[in-house]
């Protein structure tokens, strides 16, 4: 179906360094895999997905490891805008004509699912991550009006969902200081946070669970065996009962003809100089994240130190464009001209996996031995998170939440 033959980890070798990274203290996992293991399971990739499914296994008492190939927190996980939404990429009455009511409304509850498991983490664990509350999608046509009316008209109708907000041409000035826009459709059961802070969070637990990770420890093949799995990394091997692959954007060519089912895209971000409180609030009135209703999206937010985070631009092709810093900030300087009296400090890029019908891709190959999750098509903030939770009753022996996907 979908085909990128490139090593989606050649993308950062040679790139600055992002505003996520700079924001976060270093983990400090220094080792690498240096000896061969023999675990229960097995989990590939250090990002959301891999890092929650190793952390709800071990609560259910397996022994884990996870290997991640670079850094935790290395690919989208740490790359994305920051954005906390409840709901799948496509709206529900979209899925409702595509899957039927009982189908889409199981799909709605897991949305909704997904915020408040990244909220009982941020809770419990007390992830200092900067989360805020609310997320707007502004309308960049005259007429997205129509379909925001429509949208919060049918989920209070059919879903009791109260959470939307609509402002019209005149009130919109409240909320944003930009020209560019018709109506905004407010969600205040979205929310906005830094992802790799919340990501750090995460994994200092499993580091208090006493689960082996590994940074620096690509995977180069998985083999199945009568009793389990073989994992093979380029100096040892690890013997599994189970292996989670939880690589999304960046799986390349591990798990073969699976690699088709989705197809990576190549985002952009800027973040510029930090602006006064003050200045940050006469163009986004409420410290609300955004988002357009374009084809190819620009969302944008604050950061925890009043830089504007303006993500925009999307590639399709194996390589990243080579000026991004350029082609996002004059994106940005068409919505908010005043920014171009503000450096930028940061720009960097990300890979994610967006499938056909833009909901996730979850299954299992060699016998149910191996289990993926991938292709949250751009909500992978909370849905990532839910997956981990997903895997972990998948694989102690309750498959139907799983399997929905």
């Known amino acids: 179906m979908f085909n990128n033959k490139k090593n989606t980890f050649e993308q950062h070798d040679n790139e600055s360094i992002s505003y996520y990274r700079y924001s976060v203290r270093d983990l400090n996992i220094t080792n690498h895999i240096n000896k061969d293991l023999d675990v229960d399971v097995c989990v590939i990739g250090g990002g959301l997905t891999g890092v929650t499914s190793a952390f709800n296994l071990s609560k259910k008492g397996f022994n ?11 690919g989208a996980s740490g790359r994305n805008g920051g954005q906390l ?12 004509k595509k899957l039927g009511m009982n189908h889409a409304k199981e799909l709605w509850k897991l949305g909704l699912e997904a915020v408040e498991e990244a909220k009982n983490y941020i809770s419990k664990y007390k992830i200092d991550c900067a989360i805020k509350k609310g997320v707007m999608q502004v309308g960049y046509y005259p007429n997205d009006f129509i379909d925001f009316l429509k949208e919060i008209e049918h989920m209070e109708k059919y879903y009791n969902f109260n959470d939307y907000e609509y402002f019209d041409l005149k009130t919109i ?7 560019k826009y018709f109506s905004n459709l407010l969600n205040n059961n979205a929310y906005h946070l830094n992802p790799l802070k919340y990501l750090y969070g995460i994994t200092k ?11 620096n420890s690509p995977v180069t093949t998985i083999k199945e065996t009568g009793d389990g799995v073989n994992i093979i990394t380029r100096e040892f091997n690890v013997k599994s009962k189970y292996v989670v692959v939880a690589c999304n954007g960046y799986l390349d060519n591990l798990l073969g003809k699976i690699r088709n089912k989705f197809m990576p895209i190549n985002n952009y971000i800027i973040a510029t100089e930090p602006l006064s409180e003050k200045k940050a609030k006469e163009l ?8 357009d209703t374009r084809f190819i999206i620009d969302y944008y937010r604050f950061s925890e130190d009043w830089r504007m985070l303006f993500g925009g631009s999307e590639t399709y092709t194996s390589t990243f464009v080579k000026n991004p810093k350029k082609i996002v900030s004059n ?13 930028i400090d940061f720009y960097w890029g990300g890979s994610l996996a967006i499938t056909v019908n833009r909901l996730p891709h979850f299954g299992t190959i060699m016998n149910g031995k191996v289990l993926y999750a991938q292709g949250y098509s751009g909500h992978g903030l909370g849905l990532s998170t839910l997956a981990g939770k997903l895997i972990a009753e998948k694989i102690s022996g309750f498959p139907d939440r799983f399997n929905f996907f």
Do not use: T
């Open 173 to 179: 000035k409240d909320q944003i200081n930009s020209k």
């Open 205 to 215: 637990e499993l580091f208090n669970l006493n689960v082996a990770v590994y940074e």
């Open 331 to 343: 994106r940005m300087y068409k919505i908010f001209p005043d920014l171009k009296n503000y450096k």
């Open 85 to 96: 939404s409840n709901g799948m990429r496509k709206n529900q009455i979209f899925l409702e």
């Open 64 to 74: 884990v490891v996870l290997l991640e190939a670079r850094k935790i927190g290395w």
């Open 284 to 291: 986004i009135h409420n410290n609300y994240a955004v988002c």
